[in-house]
Structure formats: C-alpha cells, structure tokens
T-cell receptor
Framework: DSGVTQTPKHLITATGQRVTLRCSPR?????VYWYQQSLDQGLQFLIQ???????AKGNILERFSAQQFPDLHSELNLSSLELGDSALYFC???????????????FGPGTRLLVL | GENVEQHPSTLSVQEGDSAVIKCTYS??????FPWYKQELGKGPQLIID?????GEKKDQRIAVTLNKTAKHFSLHITETQPEDSAVYFC????????????FGQGTILTVHP
C-alpha cells in the first residue's frame, strides 16, 4: 500500500459526459501528479500540482482540468468524453515539487475509466 | 523534452535465470531514474531507483546500472521467480523535466516455473 488513495476504482460512462476522479496524497505530501495509462500511449504525465498551485503541465487535453484543494486532495475533471479517453488514470505524490533530496513518486491504485 | 526508450517489449525466462531490461534517455540533464513494477489491476510500484551521481545500485536480487555518458540504464533481476512476472517500466526525471516522470513503453516479463 503506497498510501495514495484514488476513487472511484472503476468508472463507466458514455461519450459526451463529464467525470471527476479523486486522489488523496500520502500523509505529508504536498505535490500531486496525474498520469494517464492507455494501450497506445503508455504511461503519460498529465499535470502536477504543488500546495494548491499548478506546477507543470504535460500532454493534457483542453477538455481535462485538475485542481488541488486546501486539504491537498486533488481532482481530475474529464469532460466531453470520447471513446479514446478510456484508460487508467493514476495519481502519485511527493513531499516537495521535484524529486531532489532522495524523493520518489508513489502511485495510487488508479481509476479505470471506460467510455462507451 | 525527455524521451525514454525501453527494450525488450517482452521477455520470457525460466525460473532461476537472470533478466535484463534496458532503457535509453535523451535529456542529458535528467538525473533520476526509477524502475516500477506493475501487476495486473494495480498501480506502478517502485522497485529500485538510481540518481546520476551513482553508477550502480543493488537491492537483494535487483540491481540497476547507469551509464551517463551513453545515456542508458538497465535493470537486472537475478534468480528470477514466478512472482517476478509483471510489466516493468523505466522512467527518467529531473533537469528540464523536474518532477515529472517520462516512462518507457514497458516490458512484459514472464518467468516460467
């Protein structure tokens, strides 16, 4: 158990809909990272938040957005869903915004999204 | 940005044999290279990592080597066991990428009893 929690575990929805994925980082961690894992694209970085502020952005679609709340949990919002958005979505957390000082990223169990 | 290539995509070994997975990276400023193991239905689990000030790191049956000049790093698993069967991912981070991990494409390792 990495200490990172994600809900829900599974999500089935229809094209055009909007969903929200939730992530709680490990106790004491201030930074949250979101990744998407699909068969054709592999594991790809989407976005990072640190202490409530957006820190870095990857190949995140405009239809996707995220935020980190004062209690440090983060939500990833996916809207106007398409079939190709079906994937596993993982979050990871660290204490600092980078990976210096011996830090590493611990991943949650993921949310499996299926868009029909 | 960083690009990480991983080979082979599949690897099949007999129990007790060694397994080697290789990765190359493109950004010479990258300085952190973790390896993750992912079992079916689970999130990636860190198994070992190495930073650019070290050439080799070992943890029981698992070792990682890093060649900064050639920009490649490798995972070595000795005395493989069936429970080592999983998908293994290498990644790179640091430098211009800072905290984000750039992953290789993954290697499906199968250990036959």
């Amino acid at each position: 158990d990495s200490g990172v929690t994600q809900t829900p575990k599974h999500l089935i929805t229809a094209t055009g809909q909007r969903v929200t994925l939730r992530c709680s980082p490990r106790s004491g961690d201030l930074s949250v990272y979101w990744y998407q894992q699909s068969l054709d694209q592999g594991l790809q970085f989407l976005i990072q938040y640190y202490n409530g502020e957006e820190r870095a952005k990857g190949n995140i679609l405009e239809r996707f957005s995220a935020q980190q709340f004062p209690d440090l949990h983060s939500e990833l919002n996916l809207s106007s869903l398409e079939l190709g958005d079906s994937a596993l979505y993982f979050c990871a957390s660290t204490q600092t915004p980078g990976l210096a000082g011996g830090e590493t990223q611990y991943f949650g169990p993921g949310t499996r999204l299926l868009v029909l | 940005g960083e690009n990480v290539e991983q080979h082979p995509s599949t690897l099949s070994v007999q129990e007790g044999d060694s397994a080697v997975i290789k990765c190359t990276y493109s950004d010479s400023a990258s300085n952190y290279f973790p390896w993750y193991k992912q079992e079916l239905g689970k999130g990636p689990q860190l198994i070992i990592d190495i930073r650019s000030n070290v050439g080799e790191k070992k943890d029981q049956r698992i070792a990682v080597t890093l060649n900064k000049t050639a920009k490649h790093f490798s995972l070595h698993i000795t005395e493989t066991q069936p429970e080592d069967s999983a998908v293994y991912f290498c990644a790179g981070a640091g430098g211009t990428s800072y905290g984000k991990l750039t992953f290789g494409q993954g290697t499906i390792l199968t250990v036959h009893p």
